[in-house]
């Protein structure tokens, strides 16, 4: 029997794709649970042996999105269905079966050909690692994952792990409302103007992100290639714990905080933001990090949280100036008794909103943008925003306003400064 299967342009890039384990997040109406339909009913033809399964978060759930629409482009392939128990069975014999993730104990003990995870981020991430993953080791089983982004939750993990090309076995796509063909733009455009920002960019644009207080407004970001001719150079750097690195697992060290090291020029004016390098680190490292910055740009002084993270990195720093030659200052960034939401707010807000900031194109724009603009959020980090708030305190004037005439005596006579 042939089957009529229509797909849309993004529905045939992730059908013709042979990765094993497919994670496809989409907006609203894109049609990706058509895609799932299409995708179980192949599967199950081909199927000489095990199951065939539908999860949604609940089993009502999964009879209201799937149900009639398995029943509607299996017909002619199909030898009997049974509402009760939501279970269709083809002409091969095999069995396409919906279930409920919040009844992990119907799923255990079965031998698993192909599943759709549909609304993952909404189901508890046991059922995949400890239920489903194991059920398609047998049968070398593969997977689809569906679903809109909520939050970051574990969906929001699984899409960057498949993205991040680590595992041959797997793989991310991502697809706004705009991208069903069939979907009049109009009607996206119209649902924009009825919403908030955050629930259209959730909702249609399928973006991972979590409900932000506005501190900062997109409108208000400004690029600028160009160096400026005039300022002098600053670094601040916002640290992160050390040991971690080690001794955290993968699971883990990707919800860790990051030490950003924070490059700006800063004139009478603006602040122009040369860049933003961040990432997990050990000790010796991070002291690399800094000294090869310092050594780049030549700053007036290096701003550097106090602490016990300070207290353990400022000793390999001093190694490495004794070493090279090389002496710079290092001024102390403090909380000052504010709040963080304080704080960064006081330091950049003003500045983004007035045109007085300005950043340059570089690899780290997409995150520092992701934590600028969800901030504050505690379900995203804001180490690249913390670094850069910190210019503000050691960015002082008289430090770029020296007046030649006056005779200077260096604090220090070794370093010089």
């Given at each position: ?173 991502h697809y706004s409302s705009f991208d069903n063909e069939l979907l009049d733009p109009k009607e ?223 604090l220090d006579i070794v370093a010089g400064y």
């Amino acid at each position: 029997m042939e089957l009529d299967i229509e797909l849309l342009k993004w529905q045939q890039s992730v059908w013709n794709d042979s990765t094993r384990f497919k994670v496809v997040a989409a907006g609203r109406r894109t049609g990706k649970s058509r895609l799932a339909a299409y995708m179980l009913i192949v599967n199950a033809l081909q199927t000489e042996k095990g199951h065939v399964w539908y999860i949604a978060n609940t089993q009502g759930q999964a009879r209201d999105v799937m149900w009639s629409t398995l029943l509607e482009i299996a017909h002619p392939v199909i030898e009997s269905s049974h509402i009760n128990n939501l279970q269709i069975k083809l002409i091969n014999g095999t069995k396409i079966s919906l279930k409920g993730a919040d009844r992990p104990e119907t799923m255990r003990g079965v031998s698993l050909k192909f599943v759709v995870l549909d609304e993952y981020g909404s189901m508890k991430s046991e059922v995949w690692e400890t239920i489903i993953r194991p059920a398609l080791a047998d049968q070398k089983g593969s997977a689809l994952f569906i679903g809109t982004p909520f939050g970051r939750n574990h969906f929001y993990d699984l899409y960057n792990y498949a993205n991040s090309d680590k595992d041959e076995e797997f793989k991310a796509w991502h697809y706004s409302s705009f991208d069903n063909e069939l979907l009049d733009p109009k009607e996206i455009e119209a649902a924009r103007k009825s919403m908030s920002s955050f629930a259209f960019r959730q909702e249609f644009m399928a973006s991972f992100e979590a409900a932000s207080g506005g501190i900062f407004k997109e409108e208000w970001i400004k690029f600028d290639r160009d160096e400026p001719k005039d300022g002098r150079y600053f670094i601040a750097v916002d640290l992160a714990g050390f040991a971690d690195v080690v001794h955290a697992n993968t699971a883990r060290k990707k919800r860790l905080d990051q030490t950003a090291i924070a490059v700006v020029k800063v004139d009478q004016n603006k602040w122009w933001v040369k860049s933003i390098e961040h990432g997990r680190w050990g000790t010796k490292e991070t002291a690399q990090k800094i000294f090869q910055a310092v050594s780049d740009y030549e700053p007036i002084c290096v701003g550097i949280e106090k602490g016990s993270l300070k207290n353990a990195v400022l000793p390999y720093i001093s190694d490495l100036m004794r070493k090279y030659n090389r002496y710079f200052r290092i001024d102390d960034v403090t909380h000052g008794n504010k709040k963080k939401i304080d704080r960064i707010t006081w330091a950049l807000q003003g500045r983004l909103e007035h045109g007085r900031l300005y950043l340059n194109k570089g690899s780290w724009n997409m995150e520092f943008l992701d934590q600028l603009l969800q901030f504050p959020n505690p379900q995203v980090h804001d180490d690249l925003v913390d670094a850069l708030s910190y210019i503000d305190q050691i960015q002082i004037p008289e430090y770029m306003q020296h007046d030649e005439e006056e005779e200077f005596e260096p604090l220090d006579i070794v370093a010089g400064y």
